[in-house]
Each structure stands twice: as structure tokens, then as C-alpha cells.
T-cell receptor, first 113, second 114 residues
Framework: NAGVTQTPKFQVLKTGQSMTLQCAQD?????MSWYRQDPGMGLRLIHY???????DQGEVPNGYNVSRSTTEDFPLRLLSAAPSQTSVYFC????????????FGQGTRLTVV | SQKIEQNSEALNIQEGKTATLTCNYT??????LQWYRQDPGRGPVFLLL?????KEKRKERLKVTFDTTLKQSLFHITASQPADSATYLC?????????????FGTGTKLQVIP
């Protein structure tokens, strides 16, 4: 049981480049979300999904797109990378919308130069 | 505005003592509160969840209290060990439009000194 898998672990981008951060979970969880973690800021919600085909914005959605075509996958797309998007990105999933723990991936450390 | 404050960015404690971490919040009415552990270079790992109608929850050497009047949660690690050294995050539920968003504090870095 792999849990939540994120790829890549590290990435360096040039300003203006685009890329997709991958997230997959094998626990059949309906709820998935993307966070970014910056020093002194804590984890901030970027986008979330309550099921296949349904996504919504979180606290800091600008510059990011998501889609959820399957229950398992929830990729995060950076449309035109900016230095302000340098951060550590975490994908998380949970079983339902009630009171359950979240499972996190290992994170992707992204640097935009 | 809504705010979650984890007092002390860092806490140093002697091995064997009880570590107490604090989570205070304002302008939230969380249905539940969670505590996570995060090691360097890793994602957070769930430890404990406590509901708004529960005062205390225990799991092995861990104890969490939740005071909705004071808007505070305390997280205790008894008989602390060097292996407990990590950053601990509190997280509050926030019911927005039917989706239970979970908002995290910035964390307290605990160092247990042998």
C-alpha cells in the first residue's frame, strides 16, 4: 500500500516555464488537496477536490490549475512559474468529508529561478 | 481575521520530561482539531484528533486537550525521547460551503535533549 505518492521530489524551473506536479493515491480516497509550505507561513491550501470531476480553489490558487479525471490522480499545474512559487508542495488525501485524518505525500521541493 | 497560533517556534526539553505544546485560535469554531508530526524533508503524519465535545484524548505517551471556551489545545508528550524531536502542527477544521477545510498552524519545533 503506497499511500500518497508525489513526483518529482525536487525540481528547478526557470521563470515562465510550466510544469505539472503529480499526485496519486491508492486508498480510494474521495478528498484530495494541494498545499504549499513556506517558512513561517505554515501549510496553505491551494486547490482541493471532493471527487472525480470536482475541484475548487483554496486559500492561494493564483498561478495554479488542477484537474481530477480519476479518483486516484490529482495533478497540480504551474502555468507560468514565478520565483514566488518557490516552495515545498504537499498533496494530501482523506477518506471523506467528516472527521478523518489526512495522509500526505513526501512533498515536492520546487525552486523557480 | 482567522488565526491559528502555535506558541513557541521552538521548544527544547530534557529527555524524560513532559513536553507541552500550545495551539491557540481566533475566529474559528472548529468541529475538531488534529495534531500532526512533521520530520525534516517529509510530509506531516497524523497523530491525534479531538472533537469539540471532547475535553481530552490520549494515545500512548501523547495527550491532547481541547478547550473551546479558551480556544486552545494543549499537546503533551510524556517521558519524552530524542526520537520525539520533530515539528508538531495543529490543524483546525473549517466548514466552508460544506467542505471541511483543514487549516494548519505554523508548527512548533521540538528538540528533546539526551
Amino acid at each position: 500500500n503506497a499511500g500518497v505518492t508525489q513526483t518529482p521530489k525536487f525540481q528547478v524551473l526557470k521563470t515562465g516555464q510550466s510544469m505539472t506536479l503529480q499526485c496519486a493515491q491508492d486508498m480510494n480516497h474521495e478528498y484530495m488537496s494541494w498545499y504549499r509550505q513556506d517558512p513561517g507561513m505554515g501549510l496553505r491550501l491551494i486547490h482541493y477536490s471532493v471527487g472525480a470531476g470536482i475541484t475548487d480553489q483554496g486559500e492561494v490558487p493564483n498561478g495554479y490549475n488542477v484537474s481530477r479525471s480519476t479518483t486516484e490522480d490529482f495533478p497540480l499545474r504551474l502555468l507560468s512559474a514565478a520565483p514566488s512559487q518557490t516552495s515545498v508542495y504537499f498533496c494530501a488525501s482523506r477518506f471523506d468529508n467528516v472527521i478523518t485524518e489526512a495522509f500526505f505525500g513526501q512533498g515536492t521541493r520546487l525552486t523557480v529561478v | 481575521s482567522q488565526k491559528i497560533e502555535q506558541n513557541s517556534e521552538a521548544l527544547n526539553i530534557q529527555e524524560g520530561k513532559t513536553a507541552t505544546l500550545t495551539c491557540n485560535y481566533t475566529n474559528y469554531s472548529p468541529a475538531y482539531l488534529q495534531w500532526y508530526r512533521q520530520d525534516p524533508g517529509r510530509g506531516p503524519v497524523f497523530l491525534l484528533l479531538i472533537r469539540e465535545n471532547e475535553k481530552e484524548k490520549r494515545k500512548e505517551r501523547l495527550k491532547v486537550t481541547f478547550d473551546t471556551t479558551l480556544k486552545q489545545s494543549l499537546f503533551h508528550i510524556t517521558a519524552s525521547q530524542p526520537a520525539d524531536s520533530a515539528t508538531y502542527l495543529c490543524a483546525l477544521s473549517d466548514n466552508s460551503g460544506g467542505y471541511q477545510k483543514v487549516t494548519f498552524g505554523t508548527g512548533t519545533k521540538l528538540q528533546v535533549i539526551p
